[in-house]
């Protein structure tokens, strides 16, 4: 059974720094290309990066490049999205997701980020 | 990266059929054949129920079916059920290893 888990969620204050963290099970990691999508409350869905499964392409939305960084470690089985110059808009719940070539197969439950002071 | 414009809300009585439209540009929808769709109950994580415009992942009914014209794409929910009522959203890849969502589309079953 494929399992995405995220971590590393919580309380921000604006400008500042968060790494979230996704560990995969259940699936041969270094397969597949993952993805990071959020979903502000109340709100619908955004796309917000992807990383290759080798590892050597990456992209991003444009309101989150330049200051969101993924990557991944394929011997940890884990995905990471390094969020820095938070601001309030950026507060949402977090999924990894599992690329199925052109769409998101599998989700991780999700985790709350909150940016405020 | 425009969001996709879908109805913010639909509903249909049991049994029946309901579609949900999603509008995009030549850019997305349009340009690919890589449109999917995905079914969110509230507080839960989103679920694949189409991709590649009219492919059900192994486990979705067959009364969940989708299509594509020109810069629309479709879902069509036949013979609808209680538990249908929930979330849903479209998406389509926008070149260059990019996605865009649609705004989400609310299922009433009256």
Redesign the interface.
């Known amino acids: 059974e494929v399992q995405l888990v995220e971590s590393g969620g919580g309380l921000v204050q604006p400008g500042g720094s968060l790494r979230l963290s996704c560990a995969a099970s259940g699936f041969t990691f270094s397969d597949y290309s993952m ?1 990071w ?1 959020r979903q502000a409350p109340g709100k ?4 917000l990066s ?1 990383i ?1 499964s080798s590892n050597d ?1 990456i ?1 991003y ?3 989150v490049k330049g200051r969101f960084t993924i990557s991944r470690d394929n011997a940890k089985n884990s995905v990471y999205l390094q969020m820095s110059s938070l601001r309030a808009e950026d507060t949402a719940v977090y ?1 990894c997701a599992r690329d ?1 070539v ?9 985790i709350l980020v909150t940016i405020s002071s | 990266q425009s969001a996709l414009t879908q109805p913010r809300s639909v509903s249909g009585s049991p049994g029946q059929s309901v579609t949900i439209s999603c509008t995009g540009t030549s850019s997305d929808v349009g340009g690919y054949s890589y449109v999917s769709w995905y079914q969110q109950h509230p507080g839960k994580a989103p679920k694949l129920i189409i991709y590649d415009v009219n492919k059900r992942p192994s486990g979705v009914p067959d009364r969940f079916s989708g299509s594509k014209s020109g810069n629309t794409a479709s879902l069509t929910i036949s013979g609808l059920q209680a538990e249908d009522e929930t979330d849903y959203y479209c998406c389509s890849y926008a070149g260059s290893y990019t996605w865009v969502f649609g705004g989400g589309t609310k299922l009433t079953v009256l």
């Open positions: 993805n999508v619908g869905l955004e796309w992807y290759i392409l992209n939305a444009d309101s999924y199925r052109y769409a998101f197969e599998d989700w991780g439950q999700g």
